[in-house]
C-alpha cells in the first residue's frame, strides 16, 4: 500500500500530511519559517515521520504545493536529501482533472487548485469553496469542474493583527467567540467585530455565489480558523479541515508513474 507525504506550504503554517492508502493516518499543522534552512527543514520533516512509527523504505512518495515561492526550493531540496523523494510540486503542467477558467491559470494558488480538486473528487460540483487561511478566499467550482476564480480577502488573523498596528488604543487579542455580539469591552467588541463580521460575510459572500452558480452549490470550508466561523453559520455545510491535503493526495495519484 502507497505510503504519500503531502506538505502544503502557506504564509502562516506549513500543513503535513501523511496517507496510508486514501487514509490520513498522521498530521501535523507547523508555523512557517522563512528564515529556516533545507537542513532544518529536512530534520523536521524526518523527525515527524520517525515519530509516526515510519522509516525511509515505507515513503512511496511526496506531493508539496507552495504559496511562498522563497520557500518551495529548500523544502523540496529537504525531501530529496533527508526523504531520499523528489517531491512532486503541484504547478504549471501536473495533471489536476480540473479545468482552470481563470484570465491567466498560473495566478491561481496551489493550495486553492489543490482544494478544487478535493472538492470535485469527494464531494462535487458547483460549490463554493471557502479557505480560512492567512488569507480568507472564495472559490467557484461548477459541476463540470471547471474552476472559475473566486474572492480574496484578509484572513481573520491578519485584520486582527491590522486593527493592534495601526489603532494605538486596541490590543493584540486571542480569536475566541465573545459572549455577545454586543461586546461590553474592548477585547469583546473586537472579537465580536472580526468573529461575527466574518460570519457575515461569509453567509452574505455564499449567496452571492450561488446566484451565480445555481442553487444546488455546495459549501465547504476549511483553512485554520475555518472551524471557528462554521460554528457560527448553517451556510457552511462541509467543514473539511484537510481538504488541501486530500487534494494534494489526488493530484499525486493522477501523476504517479
Partial sequence: MTMLLTIDLGNTNLTIGL???ETLVHHWRLATDQTRMPDEYGLQLLGLL???GRTLSDLT????ASVV???TGRVAQACREYLNQDPLVVDAGVKTGIRIRYEDPKAVGADR??????VLHLYGGPACIIDFGT???FNALTK????LGGAITAGINLAAEALFTHAAKLP???LQRPPSVIGRNTTHAMQSGLIFGYVAMTEGMVERFRKELGPQMKVIATGGLAELVAKETPVIQIHAPWLTLDGLRIIWELNRP
Fill in 69 to 71: 515561492p522563497p520557500l
Fill in 135 to 137: 488569507a480568507t478566499t
Fill in 172 to 174: 493584540r487579542i486571542d
Fill in 61 to 64: 512518495g511526496i506531493c508539496l
Fill in 144 to 147: 463540470e469542474g471547471d474552476y
Fill in 19 to 21: 496517507y496510508q492508502g
Fill in 50 to 52: 520517525t515519530n509516526a
Fill in 113 to 118: 487548485v489543490a482544494d478544487a480538486v478535493a
